[in-house]
């Protein structure tokens, strides 16, 4: 597939016709509805709360926020923001409930602190990597829209981000994004090594006990169907102790300093680090 | 944009954000416009605790409300009191802006408001 991504700004990209496509397609409605009811999933909301759609377009997720029975602790209320005047447009047309904001989101997130229960975000954070002009960049606009998004949202809150990333290292530099924020991080994928693979990036602010487990993992503690795959780094240096200035792991080091520096570094061979003899 | 929202929103202005004069924004020559919503009891006590009542009061003030009490009504308040609900239902909810523009009180930026929706995007100088 194509990435709209790459080939213009999401305000240009989403024109009128681009706009009244996206929301008239079966196809996507279908898959945003999915998304959008196993990101709420992911929220676990306990009673009818104020919402953040980043990046709402023409309301496709928000609608069905408002939907919700009060079974499942619904109507939630909510508020989105666009970038893409089109979108929003279709949005006031197609009459939905919630509040619209016409804002980018690389330019932070214009609330109070602590304003929302949750932010919910369907397929719009990747373009936050695409940068359209010189002074802006993708690291700065996606620390603008973390800063901002942990900033609104209060103690406890959960966001959930749906989100296609180009390559592993779009998706390393959204994630360690988040986290630099403050978040608690961890990455949902769905329907690994398929073309349907979906990605969702949940967010925790504050809350470092969440249903018992200390940390990101259980939020789907208690979910089917999801192994939990822990990568986070151990302790650094195994060995415990100082390096012993001399020895061949101390010289190794040294030199791999002094290349990352720029410099000149003598290549490495079975020689280095190795005591003379005697004889010599 | 519902008062709601307007409770929520401060300046996008980066110099703004450490300011407390850049919440709440200021309406200016806004038209309101009124929608019969369901009352839903359980959001307005879960958000209660969260609203800012002195903003909530500026704000309606210069909507041409009539006065809100000094104190916010307390969630048991609210639920014993249906007519006490369903005022701050119709101020919160109900009421939107759907014409005009809202203001910063720290360094004068108007936001234009056209059909309910806010336009907060920035020149990249301010962001």
């Known amino acids: ?280 | 944009m519902k008062v709601l929202t307007l409770n929520f929103l401060t300046c996008a202005v980066k110099a703004c954000k450490s300011s407390p004069a850049s919440h709440p924004l200021h309406p200016k020559d806004a038209e309101l416009v009124q929608d019969e919503l369901e009352v839903n009891p359980d959001m307005i006590v879960n958000v209660l605790p969260r609203l800012d009542w002195t903003a909530l009061r500026t704000t309606s003030s210069e909507l041409g409300f009539p006065p809100l009490p000094d104190q916010p009504p307390t969630a048991e308040e609210l639920e014993a009191d249906d007519k006490k609900l369903k005022d701050l239902h119709h101020l919160l909810l109900e009421t939107s802006i759907s014409e005009g523009k809202l203001v910063c009180g720290n360094c004068g930026h108007e936001y234009a408001v056209k059909e309910g929706i806010a336009n907060f995007l920035l020149p990249s100088h301010l962001v």
Not at chain 1, 71 to 100: F, I, K, T, Y
Not at chain 1, 154 to 175: E, L, S
Not at chain 1, 189 to 195: A, L
């Open chain 1, 1 to 280: 597939m194509s990435r709209p991504e790459d080939t213009l700004a999401a305000d240009v990209y989403y024109d009128d016709s681009e706009a009244r496509k996206y929301t008239t397609n079966s196809r996507i409605q279908n898959i945003q509805a999915s998304m959008t009811r196993r990101a709420l999933e992911l929220l676990d909301l306990p009673h009818p709360s104020l919402i953040l759609d980043v990046g709402c377009g023409s309301g496709l997720s928000g609608e069905i926020l408002s939907a919700l029975t009060p079974e499942e602790n619904g109507p939630h209320v909510w508020v989105g923001m666009d970038v893409s005047p089109s979108m929003l447009d279709v949005a006031l047309q197609r009459d939905v409930e919630g509040d619209l904001l016409l804002a980018d989101i690389g330019q932070g997130v214009p609330f109070r602190a602590g304003s929302f229960d949750a932010a919910i975000s369907i397929s719009a954070i990747q373009w936050l990597c695409s940068a359209e002009s010189s002074d802006t960049s993708p690291a700065g606009r996606l620390s603008r829209f973390f800063n901002g998004l942990y900033a609104s949202l209060k103690r406890g809150g959960r966001a959930v981000c749906q989100f296609y990333p180009k390559n592993d290292q779009q998706k390393k530099m959204i994630t360690e994004a988040a986290v630099r924020a403050g978040f608690g991080a961890g990455l949902l994928e769905d329907d690994p090594g398929t073309k349907n693979v979906k990605l969702y990036l949940v967010l925790t602010v504050g809350g470092t006990n969440i249903e018992g487990k200390g940390d990101i993992t259980g939020v789907v503690e208690g979910m089917e169907g999801v192994d939990v795959m822990d990568i986070r780094r151990k302790a650094k240096n195994l060995g415990g102790g100082p390096m012993k200035k001399g020895s061949k792991a101390w010289i190794m080091q040294q030199k791999g300093r002094m290349e990352r520096k720029g410099r000149i570094v003598k290549a490495t061979s079975k020689y280095t680090g190795r005591k003379r003899r005697p004889a010599f």
